[in-house]
């Protein structure tokens, strides 16, 4: 089985709320995909050794793998696509907590195009194409996808931060639940 990047989409959601039991209907909801997908996200993560089954109807990221695959693979399996200027979601060392450790003009930092966004900059595709809209419902999702995108786009400082940073959020995540 190939992973597609919307699992990552889906394993970063869940690993931002950890012990949360998901249906498939109300992850697919959240993240703009249909419960089939999402279903189907949780197999390939679960075959690709970066989810595991917890209990009849349950699973969870292997955070180790995740993190391992988030810092190591994911910049060359989707590398990030940069484009014209756009107004959209600020992402990458625009969201806390790289933004603290990072100075740039507001017109540098990277954004993800989206019509409810209220920063300019240049566009950054994103992991997937619902990524924006599930990450303006979601600040936890927001941030770890923000530091993903900054190891498959940021200059050489910039990804070294948000190593530390992504390793440190899953963690965290881990720790809570």
Known sequence: MELKPQDLLVLFKAAAHPGQRWTYAALGNDLGLSPSQAHRSVQRAIAAGLGVVRGRGDWAPVRPA???FAVHGVRY?????????KRG???SFGVEPLAGKIT??????????????????????PIYRSAPQAA???????????????IRAG???ERSLATDL???ELERTDAQG
């Open 136 to 150: 303006l419902l979601d600040p936890a999702l927001h941030r770890l996808l923000a530091l993903q995108d900054a």
């Open 104 to 125: 740039a003009a507001a017109s540098e930092v990277p954004v993800w195009a989206h019509p409810a966004g209220k920063a300019k900059g240049p566009s950054l595709s």
């Open 66 to 68: 995740l993190t391992e």
């Open 77 to 85: 399996v989707w590398p990030a696509q940069p484009g014209p200027v």
């Open 155 to 157: 200059r050489a400082r």
């Open 89 to 91: 979601l600020p992402t």
């Open 166 to 168: 992504l390793t440190k």
